[in-house]
């Protein structure tokens, strides 16, 4: 897949929660009226486009009024990651109600949560 547009409410998140000083970080980056983030890597499970990267800069996107947002297949994801652990982080959104970018209102989160809450919880999955 070359780089592509799609909707931003067509793109589905692999995460649960956004550190809010990487908000605030994109956000002091913007520019315009709409942020455009650029291309982000999604990777296909089971018929849908998944973010593997760039949620912080495609929900700051969302919250700007960019209806569209540049995607590339993320080739490597396969050979460099455990696609269980990706699975695994597909399976806490769907219980927690995040199906798309725009759900991600409300979880954002400090950096010692975001810490706690997302990373340690993904790390002890992929430790197994």
Known sequence: MTADTVPVEALRPTQCYLNASKVAAVTDRIEGAVFEPGPLPVYEFDGDWYLTDGHTRAF?????????????????????????????????????????????????????????EWIDRCQAIADG
């Open 60 to 116: 700051v996107a969302f919250l700007t009024g960019c209806d569209r947002i540049s995607v590339v297949a993320d080739e490597d994801l396969e050979s460099e990651y455990d696609l269980s652990v990706y699975r695994a982080c597909i399976e806490w959104c769907a219980q927690e109600g995040i199906e798309r970018v725009p759900d991600l209102a409300g979880r954002v989160v400090g950096p010692e949560t975001f810490q706690t």
